[in-house]
């Protein structure tokens, strides 16, 4: 026999129950049991791989350059001022290649921009290879910049567009790991080669770069092209089927597809295409190639457009501008000065640097849908100010010493791998995969890679000025500007940006509509998997 109470339903108490043993005791409801949360959607997961394998190319050439110039300098006979530019001037470099990825992924589409790129760091990797001289390398620089440029800015694009809500920041991330894996993978190929003649070993080292851009050009063909690209050209149809197969279920496909269509502009008379439906609507809006949008992201922007776009280049001009780039390809400088003296040891001891960096950044991936952004990205910079002080405290006491401190070198190098580790735990990645998604769909390609020009403008500057830098004002007085600049940064991040896990990335845009700081209580985000259901429940009540 069953009581109803309501909507509640209740097994009415058997005689001699536990539930009659006194009736101070109220009635237990049953628990109803949570359906399981869907798995990781394996074809999504595969996509992002594919995608985020572009941002091994900039890793690689940032880890290859730290031992490669050791032997460069050498075998060219060049100053440390030409060392500190061609080290640098690829971020440069890069800017061209993030300065014209926006327009192109919009008008060729994101998959094919990621081919485009894999063919001009190729050429550029094969001509650092066959390098004659200095001007000649320069050359080679120039062209493989110009693709680090469009990998970096098209990596996260595709990646945050391509997954579901519930493992974005995961799959987001993933072009931060690409580029940790390609520093180790450059470490490692500095270590493989520095026994051959000198000056054949750097010219293997750079040379072998051109290897991964050969098959990620043929992977990238096996991918599907970004849903949302393909809604704003108004093909429907193939960006359904793209949006079912990366979606962890069919309802959650439908309603991103409809909050894509919103945010495009396209009414929900477009709304019922069939699957065999492929024809191309008439109601795209004419921003669908770019057009415009350079006007609402400077010239007239909205309030929330206008904190979008400072958000987005405040967190790539403070990872940047920390110095993370003067640890990683100048940590064999920052060892040496620190008393180890042997090349072998040096090099060594950069691969340590480079596991460091990759193993956290590995942690970082698990806990961006979980922790959040913010818990991360505050923790992580925390962490960067706490081992950038420290690494100048070393610096400076080894630097006042005349005898090696062991001490104070164990601090040192301590402090350097807590520094990438910090690093790569929440700034790294953070600032991909933030600036990624907060862009509404309209300025999202020109959006990010105004942020990716800014981060290698950043980068070029901090690694091409690190070693006149330090003369000036010391190796430790570095450090400590370094470490300065962080604690700016994480008031920044602390004030202005808000919690972005569990959005929509068409619900994003919202949250920065009015500043984080006058919001008396920001609202919960609605777990995407739980969305569709809350919305059935609320039009069936």
């Not at 890679?449 to 403008?457: H, K, P, T, Y």
């Amino acid at each position: 026999m069953v009581e109803m109470k309501g909507d509640q339903t209740r097994p009415t108490p058997l005689p001699g129950s536990a539930s009659n043993f006194g009736s101070t005791f109220p009635a237990m409801e049953i628990a109803t049991p949570e359906k399981p949360r869907p798995g990781r959607n394996k074809f999504a997961f595969a996509c992002a791989i594919l995608a985020s394998m572009t941002s091994t190319l900039l890793g690689y050439d940032i880890g290859v350059m730290s031992g490669a110039t050791i032997f460069i300098k050498d075998d060219l006979k060049i100053s440390d001022t030409q060392i500190e530019i061609v080290a640098g001037i690829i971020n440069l470099y890069s800017l061209i290649g993030a300065a014209l990825a926006g327009r192109t992924s919009d008008w060729i589409g994101r998959r094919y921009t990621i081919v485009v790129a894999a063919v001009i760091f190729f050429v550029g990797a094969i001509l650092m290879g066959f390098a004659t001289n200095y001007a000649f390398l320069m050359v080679g620089r120039f062209v493989a910049g110009i693709g680090v440029g469009y990998a970096m800015m098209i990596a996260p694009v595709y990646t945050t567009e391509v997954a579901p809500a519930s493992a974005r920041g995961f799959l987001s991330s993933f072009p931060e790991v690409f580029i940790n894996g390609g520093v180790l993978l450059g470490y490692v190929s500095n270590v493989a080669f520095s026994k051959l003649p000198e000056h054949l070993g750097w010219r293997m080292m750079l040379g072998v770069g051109a290897i991964p851009s050969v098959f990620l050009a043929v992977g990238v063909l096996a991918m599907p092209e970004s849903p949302r690209w393909l809604v704003m050209q108004g093909r429907l149809a193939e960006a359904k089927r793209v949006l079912i197969k990366t979606s962890d279920t069919k309802e959650e496909a439908e309603l991103r597809l409809a909050e894509i269509k919103a945010a495009a502009g396209i009414p929900e008379t477009a709304a019922n295409c069939t699957e065999d439906d492929n024809k191309v609507i008439d109601h795209v809006p004419k921003q669908s190639h770019g057009e415009g949008v350079w006007k609402e992201l400077l010239l007239r922007p909205s309030p929330a457009v206008r904190r979008i776009l400072l958000a987005a280049l405040g967190i790539h001009f403070f990872q940047q501008a920390s110095g993370i780039d003067s640890v990683v390809l100048y940590s064999p400088r920052i060892f040496e000065k620190a008393g180890i003296r042997n090349k072998t040891k040096l090099l060594g001891a950069t691969v340590a640097v480079g596991c460091s960096k990759t193993g956290f950044i590995l942690v970082a991936t698990f806990l961006l849908d979980r922790l959040g952004r913010r818990p991360l990205l505050l923790t992580s910079t925390g962490g960067m100010v706490v081992s950038l002080l420290g690494l100048a405290f070393g610096l400076t006491m080894v630097d006042h010493h005349e005898q090696s401190l062991m001490w104070a070198v164990v601090l040192c190098i301590a402090c350097t791998l807590s520094l990438v580790g910090f690093f790569s735990i929440g700034l790294g990645p953070i600032a991909w995969v933030y600036s990624s998604e907060i862009f509404p769909l309209r300025l999202r390609a020109q959006g990010v890679s105004m942020g990716v020009a800014l981060n290698r403008l950043m980068s070029g500057i901090i690694s091409m000025t690190f070693l006149s830098l330090y003369k000036a004002i010391t190796i430790s007085g570095s450090f400590f500007l370094y470490g300065g600049i962080a604690a700016v940064g994480w008031l920044f991040f602390y004030t202005f940006l808000p919690e972005t896990r569990g959005r929509t990335l068409e619900e994003i845009e919202g949250l920065f509509e009015v500043p984080r700081w006058k919001k008396s209580a920001p609202s919960s985000p609605v777990p995407s998997e739980n969305r569709s259901e809350k919305n059935h429940a609320e039009s069936g009540s």
